[in-house]
Structure formats: C-alpha cells, structure tokens
C-alpha cells in the first residue's frame, strides 16, 4: 500500500527566509505524481505544486519549488522568501492509481509557523 | 467560476440524527470525492465515485453511504450519527485523464456530534 511520511509537525522560519518541508513515500509503481496542498488556518485545501515521477526537471511554482529525489523517494518543498501568510498546515500527497481508480493517500501535515 | 460547492459549511448533529452533506461541482470532471478530516491529521478518503452511478468505498467507509445520479453531484449521507464521526469533511473532483492536474476541493463542512 501507498504511504506518505511527513516527519515534521512543526516547523518555524523567519519571515524572507527559506524553509523546507520533508515528504517521503513508499509505493511498489513506477508511476506517480505527488502533490503539496496548503491548508490555512480558514481551513480549505489550496493546491500548490505536482512532479510526476517520469518528470526530468524538479517542479517549481512561483517560490515553491520540489526537491525530487526518486530514488530516496522524498518529495521536499521548499519555501523562498517566505511570507506571514505562508504559516499554515502543508500536506504531502501521493496519487494512488491501485485498482484502476484514482485517489489522493495524504500525509498527517506539517505546522508552519512564520515569524515576523 | 464556482468550482467544488460543499453545504452545509457547519452543522451540529444529536447522536443518532442523520443528514446528508451536499457536494456539486461545475467543471465536468468525472471523479468525485469524499475525506473526512480529523484535528492534527491529514485526509482520509471515505467514498468516491469514477462517474455517474459508479462508487466504490475509500478507506473509511463505515457509517456512510453516497450516490452519484448525476456528473455534478455527490451526496455524502450518515445515517445515524456517533461522535467519532466529528470531524470536517471535505469533497473533491477531479479530471484523472491529466495527471497533473490536482483534485479540486470544496471548502469543507465542519460537522460535529454531540
């Protein structure tokens, strides 16, 4: 079975400072896209950036970028200059395609907090 | 460009009550979804559904039931309501022949039972 790992809770970083964020995951496919979402303090689910595993190139999306290393099997983001209203819940996500279906199997999230 | 509409966004439910929570969407896509999500955790899958009279069980089924008559629409329904079913509830969709493309997600509906 798919499973996503994200090992930091919490997570704090001074305002204009980079900060990245560790997701690791397990699946036996050789095809696979991860995703990071944001989810802020009001609570919905903001889309933020997705690398395939076929995907020569790390993804990067404005100041979000992904640190791929496929074959340690972690998916990374990584913040640049990050903002106040960067401090939310981030959430790692894998798409599972077992079965002939498609879902998302999410990690348990990580708390970023960013200071002034 | 409404998207994935959830209704209720809250609602407080007696032990042994039922409703139904509403899921719509207007971008055509053909998978649906439903998570629920626990505090301090990420999204588990409940339900979900590859079209139109098609749904099939995700990881935590119990206590629910859904129905899928049309493309746009995907009813969540609990059927009689116990305390372990608080928890937010999320509904997403998504258009699985780009697989770069994210599932789109509601709003969420933040349902407790007391």
């Known amino acids: 079975a798919q499973k996503i790992t994200q090992t930091q809770p919490g997570m704090f970083v001074q305002e204009k400072e980079a900060v990245t964020l560790d997701c690791t995951y397990d699946?036996?496919?050789?095809?696979?896209?991860l995703f990071w979402y944001k989810q802020p303090s009001s609570g919905e689910m903001i889309f933020l950036i997705y690398?395939?595993?076929?995907?020569?190139q790390n993804a990067t999306e404005g100041r979000y970028s992904l640190n791929f290393q496929k074959a340690r099997k972690s998916a990374n983001l990584v913040i640049s200059a990050s903002q106040l209203g960067d401090s939310a819940m981030y959430f790692c996500?894998?798409?599972?395609?077992?079965?002939?279906?498609?879902?998302?199997?999410f990690g348990k999230g990580t708390k970023l907090t960013v200071n002034p | 460009n409404a998207g994935v509409t959830q209704t209720p966004k809250f609602r407080i439910l007696k032990i042994g009550q039922s409703m139904t929570l509403q899921c719509t969407q207007d971008m055509n896509h053909n998978y649906m979804y439903w998570y629920r999500q626990d505090p301090g955790m990420g999204l588990k899958l409940i339900y979900y559904?590859?079209?139109?009279?098609?749904?099939d069980k995700g990881e935590v089924p119990n206590g629910y039931n859904v129905s899928r008559s049309t493309t746009e629409d995907f009813p969540l329904r609990l059927e009689l309501a116990a305390p372990s079913q608080t928890s937010v509830y999320f509904c997403a969709s998504s258009y699985p022949e780009a697989q770069d493309q994210p599932q789109h997600f509601g709003d969420g509906t933040r349902l407790s039972i007391l």
């Open positions: 559904s590859v079209g139109a009279g098609i749904t």
């Open positions: 690398q395939g595993s076929y995907d020569q």
């Open positions: 699946t036996s496919d050789p095809s696979y896209g």
């Open positions: 996500a894998m798409r599972d395609l077992q079965g002939g279906s498609e879902k998302l199997v």
